[in-house]
């Protein structure tokens, strides 16, 4: 049931990292939620005094390393596993079993996920300011196809998903809510409530009924979902082994004949798609239709504009059908990180805000302090002749972009609109020493800076490679490096980058003052000299990132030992089990601690009588 979700195949047809990460972790962070709560069939015993706070230290450790490792590529676990917790308590409600046990797992969980946060503290820390974390966590990072009920219901969305035969598991997750017993039946209406809690908040999220709140995307919550339905699954072949045969034959029987054909149809959809194995996968990006935009890409930013499901990024929401984000060149897997290290995103959207409502002519100066040189507005995930759906964008987007005085349209692809800032300034560059007046004066004072007074504080040069080789053209091959550039006495050094104590930038070996504006730093040259513009973590970053490794090192051996310990729990409560599913094979006497060799004692044994020689013959006659 699980391999034959839809959801993975949708997350990888539709490029969203976090869905299939939430899809593949969530079964383990249940798993290690059940552990915890030691409800069976997770009873292990409960040791006491110093075992088990030893033990509940362990739980805590194990918990929190499997939550920092998953959350540091889909932040959104973290509160997914808060609400699984409060689900098991839910369910335990419903059920009237296992309140107290699934509290403790509640409680457990909190205390684990701020573990988790502590580990992940450099991150949350460079959060920028007025970026609400919550919108970085549950992040935007959509998948097509989840508009209706129906579709949620059976998680019918990508190339896997059917209009029948998605009710597979629900059919299997009927049988052991019917016909199950004790755990059985516990576990089963704790899955069923993960399960109607995420469809339910998934249903909100597509409606648009949670207004200002920023929720998961459905398709994140239907990967929680998905796991549910395959612990029924798993519940339904335990309830047919231990509780059908205790029922006289009637309704029960076809409550299992149609968790049998949900077993049946459930891999249906997946199998179809096997032949092919794509999933519906682009044979090519963006980038192979837009290679240039990675063009000097470590001195020019590019701007992506578009509907959240397509922007190649995570980005910030300026109005429900427009979301922006900045990178530099074109995104990797560094960008998918919701808080890379970018810092143009927040001041771009408040840029993308004023073109919108019509208050600038010159977009493309106000992008200018960013380092912005293309604004790409994207309208398919891929280029078109992937035969990719498209979004397409607002047309009052188009429009004001259009009629910018400073943005040149560039030929491309169908699946975006590329504008080319004329009024460019890069990363790093060298400016006129009255570059910050002007930059105060909006895009009245931009207009008035020359062109020619802007170069980048980086140069590339053509290098030849030593010692005299060639190539098979007879000609001395070169290399294309990067050097620092001089700057005069009457110019200044803008790095579009906010400092935090990371940026520095030298002039002759100098550390130059810089003064900080909300999109980067302006340092005076003084006299002049060969511009050095570098990362430099400061000491106490230095000491922090320490710490924070051996927090790792400790995180990870206590959860090791609680991991050791409980597969020895595990060991010995199944050859328990073993024994007293089998007396024979008991161990001798009433001590069960010497071992499955030894020989069964079977109850006091009574005295041999001793046999007699028999008679040699004519004995008695001689007498």
């Known amino acids: 049931v699980a391999a034959s979700s839809p959801l993975p195949a949708a997350a990888l047809s539709g490029g969203s990292w976090t869905v299939l990460v939430v899809w593949a972790s969530v079964p383990w962070i249940l798993a290690r939620l059940g552990r915890i709560s030691g409800i069976e069939p997770f009873t292990v015993g409960r040791p006491g005094g110093r075992r088990g706070a030893k033990r509940l230290r362990s739980q805590v450790a194990g918990l929190a390393l499997l939550l920092a490792v998953a959350a540091a590529a889909a932040p959104v676990l973290l509160p997914i596993s808060l609400g699984l917790a409060v689900a098991l308590v839910a369910g335990s409600l ?49 998948v097509e196809g989840t508009d209706g009920l129906g579709a949620l219901l059976r998680a019918d969305l990508g190339p896997v998903g059917h209009v029948l035969l998605g009710w597979g598991p629900l059919a299997i997750a009927l049988v052991p809510l019917a016909l199950g017993r004790e755990w059985r039946l516990g576990w089963s209406i704790r899955a069923a409530v993960i399960w109607a809690a995420a469809v339910g908040v998934a249903w909100v999220e597509a409606r648009g009924w949670s207004g200002d709140v920023v929720l998961p995307d459905p398709a994140v919550l239907l990967a929680v979902a998905a796991p549910a339905a395959a612990m029924s699954a798993g519940l339904a072949v335990s309830t047919y082994e231990r509780d059908l045969r205790d029922y006289r034959f009637g309704w029960r029987q076809l409550v299992l004949v149609i968790g049998a054909a949900g077993v049946v149809v459930t891999p249906l959809p997946a199998l179809a798609t096997l032949p092919d194995g794509r999933f519906e996968v682009p044979v090519a990006d963006l980038a192979a239709s837009a290679g240039f935009l990675d063009d000097d890409s470590a001195v020019t930013r590019v701007m992506w504009v578009g509907q959240a499901e397509v922007l190649p990024m995570p980005g ?27 810092q143009a995103t927040d001041p771009g959207r408040a840029a993308v805000g004023s073109l919108l409502t019509g208050s600038s002519a010159r977009f493309g100066e106000l992008l200018a302090p960013l380092g912005v040189r293309y604004v790409v507005v994207v309208e398919s995930a891929a280029p078109s002749f992937t035969e990719t759906p498209r979004l397409e964008a607002p047309a009052d987007l188009i429009d004001r972009l259009e009629q910018q005085l400073d943005l040149r349209l560039v030929p491309t692809d169908p699946a975006m609109t590329v504008f080319r800032n004329e009024a460019f300034v890069p990363v790093e560059a060298i400016v006129p020493s009255s570059f910050a007046d002007l930059v105060e004066a909006g895009p009245d004072g931009l207009t008035s800076i020359d062109p020619a007074t802007i170069r980048p504080a980086v140069v590339s040069v053509e290098v030849p490679v030593p010692d005299g080789e060639t190539g098979s053209d007879g000609e001395t091959e070169s290399t294309i490096d990067l050097v620092p550039a001089a700057v005069a006495a009457d110019e200044s050094v803008y790095v579009a980058r906010v400092p935090s104590g990371r940026f520095g930038v030298d002039i002759d070996g100098r550390t130059a003052q810089a003064e900080v504006y909300a999109s980067g730093q302006l340092a005076a040259a003084g006299d002049g000299g060969e511009v ?23 995180t990870w051996w206590l959860a090791a030992r609680g991991w050791s310990a409980e597969g020895r729990a595990v060991t010995q409560r199944l050859l328990e089990q073993a024994e007293r599913a089998d007396p024979i094979a008991r161990t001798d006497g009433d001590d069960p601690d010497r071992g499955l060799t030894a020989s069964p004692r079977r109850g006091p044994r009574r005295p041999r009588r001793r046999r007699r020689a028999p008679e040699p013959a004519g004995a008695g006659a001689a007498e």
């Not at 050095?532 to 973590?537: A, K, T």
Request: aromatic content about 6%.
């Open 94 to 142: 419903i059920s009237g079993s296992g309140v107290m046990a699934t509290l403790r797992t509640l409680g457990i969980t909190v205390v684990a996920s701020l573990w988790a946060g502590l580990l992940h503290a450099p991150w949350i820390a460079g959060l920028v300011d007025d970026r609400p974390p919550w919108s970085l966590l549950v992040g935007r990072d959509l």
């Open 532 to 554: 050095v513009i570098e990362r430099s973590d400061p000491g106490s970053r230095r000491i922090m990132l320490g710490v924070l490794a051996l927090v790792w090192l400790v």
């Open 316 to 342: 910030l929401r300026v109005r429900d059908d427009v979301h922006v984000a900045v990178s530099a060149g074109f995104p990797d897997l560094r960008d998918a990180w919701p808080a890379h290290d970018d």
